[in-house]
């Protein structure tokens, strides 16, 4: 299938970006193809354009209110995609989810309690817990026919009273996995039963490409609902990150006053005029465009999961039901880590995420970006043989 936007490569070099520009710095090598950060190589919509291109046409950017449109542009994005009914006074909004997620850590926790997550899991959960010294537990999913699963067993062993918050990654980042109604009733009762405060990061909610729903912890009942931050953003779906724009929804009168003051009070009350215009324009006019990359996206994964089947067949492809990243066992290679690396980068000449850096259970495994055009993604595919090629 071919597509007359996300088939084009635009140059991204010499544009500061953290995944073109950093080569050098994170892999020792300039030629190294980068596949690690999760932003996409594609155009953004042309409608989220032409919203910031009129906004900047009036040339003055003094400071910002949130206009009523822009909650409204959420809770009816919210409600055509997922079935989510949100009132415009659940919403923040934060310059992005991993800070306002600190900033609940911070409104929410004192230095010393403990916080749990489930490994392997995106990276900046570790920095925010350990950096602002609270108590990391981690739970492992278990890894069952090339499908990850919520250790309940574990899980009912340490969602104790002392835990005091449980940040929940749904879908999760790296895995790809999507958690089940069943599951996340399962966690979040364990959390209401035992006074545990749940931050559900849900910011890579609407990039489905499996047969599971999404479904947001909170809307499940009242009780979870009542005691549950849901972190949501248009920064992955439309390809926004640097314009730094995103959303908590708090249901809970208390928790939001609480968790508002707290960001007041770190300096946090605006968020940037440009990211709010683009936030808007994409919940309003995006979903042509993001329903044609669902699309291309589902032909990328198939793409690279054929090419591995064909070509590397001890790799194994972890099928994600969500996200553009791509979680990859390559243990049966029984290389270390570094070696591991090593090989991607100096022999494959590619750059990717090392499965350590999501923590207990990513040892041997690699993440992939496949937010590229087809042509970028077949030079990539053509560089993971290389680099395992003899072995
Ligand atoms: C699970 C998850 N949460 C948060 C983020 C980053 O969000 P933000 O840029 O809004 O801080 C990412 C980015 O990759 C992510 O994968």
Redesign the pocket.
Known sequence: MNHPIFDQVIERKGTNSVKWDLNEKLFGHEDVLPMW??DMDFMVPNEVIDAIKERLDHRIFGYTIYPTSLADSIMTWMKKRHQWDIRPDWISYS???????AMAIGAFTSPGDKIAIQTP??Q?FFHIIERNKRQLVTIQNRLEDNQYQMDFEQLEKVLTPEVKMFIL?NPH?PSGKVWTKDDLTRLGELCVKNGILLLS?D??ADIIIGDTSYTPIASISEEIREQTLT?I?P??TFNL?GL?A?SVIIPNRRLKVKFDHYQSNKGISHLNTLGMVGMEAAYVNGEDWFNDFLLYLKENIKTLTHFINENIPKLKVIQPDA?Y?VWIDAREFGLSDKDLQRLLTEKGKIGLEPGPKYGPGGEGFFRINLACPRTTLNEGLVRLKTAFEGL
Do not use: E, W
């Open positions: 950060v999760a310059p992005g989810v991993v800070t306002a997620m899991v995106y900046p990654c980042n990061d910011i890579h972190f953003a920064t992955k990150a730094q995103s996200t990243l």
